[in-house]
């Protein structure tokens, strides 16, 4: 197969992104017709949890569906449907369901179709199950490995595209609440770019007892369901499960197959509140930029806009400061504005939620009517928009929905309905002066934290000189009688580092301190200053694998010995993109903000979006991160697959500007092969192979190259997939241990130094561990092709 090219410095004339399939699952009914006809009567969808036990806790319901035993027809075995968990089972219901739709079955399955996936829990109860026997029997592996691999949050992709027989590289955005928006949205700006002639996109969602357990800790849940959003008396919100994807394609794609188009995406923004972890800004400043900016890329007036999806979660705080954005962004046409919350139906669905409201206001502008949030009772004075609360049948030809989230992720979404002579959506691309310019992306500063010490050069040092860094240190659980782990952990600075005093970092974990000291030597001094003086948009793209697991453990543990008494202190920094939201707060970023999961090849990925946002003009700089830290529950698990495996921390930093505008020594960053998703059709050894095959093709990647891969013993495919390879290799994981989400960090730090420094280009081989492959090349020359 071809492998993508990594952002091509010509710019492509910006295509129409239409949908073509929808899929929905949630507490209201599974499929369309159901759904429809329930947030058409504003029917409320609420009834008592069953799936774990809530009877020491101050609520009770949530919009729990009833999940159907059998899953619609796919390619999975029996023996692989088994060992899916309910997250996993939801997500094939509504891929199925918007993939017929679409009419994809007939698609040539050669072609790669890029999956993108917003969850904030992912497997969440395989998670719980295995910490449970971690605890209970903490000698016993029984039916642990299993529980490991499929917790790991690529793995609902993995068995997603099994499950439709298809293949395509992945992206998995933990933006919280915003995450199943941002997965849309990712996928439309990749349509419109030209980069895929498709794409799968949405969000899912399962309930799960930590983060029910930590809502109710924030006193955040209503203990009197259903919830009222904008009501004056509003006091909480309910939780809800469920997912909902969308087959999304090029307009040109779609004619060619005589496909129907249900609705258009013409408009699609993303900002940052760094307000507060959990609170958003009062005024609504971000959720204000982010309606601005997909109305912008749009074309249209707020005036133009039919209904609004509001996030409108019932909480007191949230609502009031949506509402004032609402009534900013409108003007003086905010009593025309149409809105309402489908949260009081079902609940918030979380990392589902914005996938699953995106589909509900495309059933609003198919059918012309207005879903009513019918638990208002004395609407809150913010309302100076129309509520709706009671059914309504109405003309809707554009919506917008908003989905927000902690850590100040916004994201807003525009459809409209489709017209034949409809404009053009406007991408704000960089000026075309940066394309005759080249075109490209340039690192121009790097960062890390590592087992070696706080800084690059500690990193640098010891791949020199291995016998710094000494031997492992072990680790032994207390009351395990196992073997105990090698581990290698970070040490304390030797200086003190003044950012540490933040009040936020503080309390925040591990990762979040390594991943903000990488990232402010990577931006460095200067750019700092332009950043916090609003000269210089940042924004942050922060990866990882396992996520902040040493407050997730002992929350979880606090919740199973009395959920009552669960910390509300822990809960807010077990959420993925805590560390993220804590470097924008920290940086005074308030550009575009994602946190991706998945295997520790996924800061690839990380820099092909941070590269796609310099183009698209949304940002000035980005800093991308990688990170992991160092918890006794993942040291187990990677010990289950590799006895002699060394567990480590850190994290690692690139900053990245587009080519013409860095403002220091540059490294050319200009290609990328890969990522593209494992499946039962193409394995990863298939795919490591691939990598190295087409990264050997490209003119000027090479001749006189240095190979940097995490190779270890255990990890026989990548070193037989470089075997060829004739110039230097140097192994990473083997000095510093295995890093995850961090190692692949290192790496690329390493490659931008060592470019630096010999003048040859450095290789940076990325073959994650169940999921992508890809490969990068830091300060050569290789061959773009045309667009």
Known sequence: ?????????????????????????????????????????????????????????????????????????????????????????????????????????????????????????????????????????????????????????????????????????????????????????????????????????????????????????????????????????????????????????????????????????????????????????????????????????????????????????????????????????????????????????????????????????LMALRENFLPPTTTVETPDEVCTFDLVREPREAEVRRVLTNSFGFGGANATLVLAEFEEAGATVSIPFATREHESAGGGVRVTGWGAVSPAGWGAKSLLDALDQPEQLGVPETFTREGREARPLPVRRVPKPVEKLLFLRDPRLRRASPVARFSVAAALEAIGGARLEKVRAGELRLGVVYSYVNGCVNYSSRFYGEVLQDPSLASPILFPETVYNAPASHLSALLGAHAANYTIVGDSAQFLNGLEIAARWLQEDRCDGVVVVGGEEFDWLCAEAYQLFGADTVYSEGAGALFLEREGEASSAEISLEALVGPALYTNAHPRSAMAREVAVESASQEGWVADATLLTRASRSDTDESVAWADFPGRQREVAAILGEGMGAAVAWECVTAAALATMDGQPVIVSAIGENEQAGAACFGGSPSIPES
């Open 1 to 361: 197969m071809a492998f993508p090219f990594f952002v091509s410095p010509h710019y492509p004339e910006p295509r129409r992104v239409v949908i073509t399939g929808a899929g929905i699952l949630t507490s209201m009914g599974r499929g369309w017709r159901e759904n429809a006809d329930g947030f058409r009567e504003g029917r409320l969808a609420f009834g008592p949890v069953s799936l774990f036990d809530t009877s020491r806790q101050r609520v009770h319901e949530a919009g729990q569906l009833d999940l159907p035993e059998r899953l619609p027809e796919n390619a999975l075995t029996a023996r692989q449907e088994g060992r899916l968990d309910r997250a996993t089972r939801m997500l094939i219901h509504a891929g199925a369901e918007a993939w017929s739709q679409a009419g994809w079955d007939g698609l040539v399955r050669a072609d790669p179709i890029p999956l993108c996936l917003g969850t904030s829990a992912g497997a969440m109860e395989l998670g719980e199950t295995y910490y449970r026997h971690a605890r209970e029997n903490p000698d016993s592996r029984r039916g642990q490995a299993a529980r490991v691999i499929n917790y790991q949050t690529h793995r609902q992709a993995i068995h997603l595209a099994n499950a439709l027989d298809f293949f395509g590289p992945v992206t998995i955005i933990a933006n919280a609440c915003a995450s199943g928006a941002n997965a849309i949205g990712h996928a439309v700006s990749q349509v419109r770019r030209g980069e895929c002639e498709r794409a799968f996109a949405g969000g899912y969602d399962a309930l799960a007892q930590l983060v029910f357990a930590g809502f109710d800790s924030l006193q955040a849940l209503t203990p009197s369901v259903p919830p009222r959003p904008f009501d004056a008396h509003r006091d909480g919100l309910a939780l809800g499960e469920g997912a909902a994807m969308l087959a999304i394609e090029s307009l040109e794609s779609a004619r060619a197959r005589g496909a129907e188009i249900l609705a258009e995406i013409v408009g699609y923004g993303v900002a940052t509140d760094s307000h507060h972890l959990t609170q958003p800004h009062p005024e609504g400043d971000a959720a204000l930029r982010s309606m601005n900016e997909a109305c912008r890329q749009a074309g249209l007036r707020a005036a133009d806009i039919d209904y609004l999806n509001s996030h409108g979660t019932g909480t007191p705080l949230n609502d009031v400061a949506e509402g004032r954005a609402i009534q900013r962004w409108a003007g003086a046409d905010v009593d025309k504005i149409r809105v309402s919350s489908t949260k009081a139906s079902i609940g918030h669905l979380l990392g589902g939620a914005g996938a699953v409201e995106t589909v509900i206001s």
